[in-house]
């Protein structure tokens, strides 16, 4: 039996969803929540198989819900049902780690494979918005500091880091008090996404950033 959870704050879409879902043999609904307030808990509670998921919901939105339960649950099939077919929520969606992107719009029984599709290990996508997938790596730029959008001066910061200086030696090679220093660093590791120096040395070797 496939264990779904869905997220979506249309209630009448919501019950209709897990109708749908609940009418096929092997799947159930075994969550539905308006919000992914509480994602956390429901997901280790509930034990997903399958999280099905909206963008645009009150309190944390679907894109919010979809890093926070990357964070503990990185191999968990997530996919996302949306009227949205931006550039920008799709990329941001798929750089949060979504396992496949879904227009509303799509028939009933389209929605029950894709569904089976990305609890097989599969990342379904709507034709429109895989090729537009496919447009946005195409214009991806080659140069990494690019993609990051470091400032000249977090490239030499992070150029420090990498040298194995420690925050009074870079303030003092570059002129900068302590707490710029520490200001710069801060800055690194948001825009590497990040959460410590380990984790910045290493992706300024993997992604040729310094």
Not at 43 to 65: A, C, H, K, R, Y
Not at 82 to 94: K, L, R
Not at 172 to 187: A, G, L, N, Q, Y
Not at 190 to 206: I, P, Q
Request: contains cysteine; negative net charge.
């Amino acid at each position: 039996m496939i264990r779904i959870v869905l997220y979506e704050d249309n209630t009448k879409l919501r019950e209709n969803l897990t109708l749908l879902i609940d009418g096929v043999q092997n799947f159930v609904v075994c969550g539905a929540f308006k919000n992914c307030d509480h994602i956390l808990q429901q997901t280790s509670e509930l034990l997903p198989d399958v999280i099905l998921m909206d963008i645009d919901m009150p309190g944390t939105n679907g894109i919010e819900g979809l890093r926070i339960v990357r964070g503990q649950y990185p191999q968990l099939p997530i996919l996302m049902l949306t009227v949205f077919d931006d550039n920008q929520h799709v990329f941001e969606a798929i750089k949060a780690g979504a396992d496949g992107y879904l227009l509303k719009k799509t028939p009933p029984e389209k929605l029950l494979d894709y569904i089976q599709d990305v609890y097989d290990g599969g990342a379904p996508m709507t034709s429109s918005i895989a090729r537009q997938v496919l447009h946005l790596f195409a214009r991806q730029p080659t140069d990494r500091n690019e993609l990051y959008n470091l400032s000249e001066r977090e490239k030499e910061v992070l150029q420090l880091l990498v040298n194995g200086y420690s925050y009074k030696m870079i303030a003092s090679e570059i002129f900068i008090s302590i707490d710029t220093v520490r200001s710069h660093i801060k800055k690194i590791y948001e825009k590497l996404h990040v959460n410590s120096k380990s984790e910045a040395v290493a992706k300024a070797f993997r992604d040729k950033l310094v």
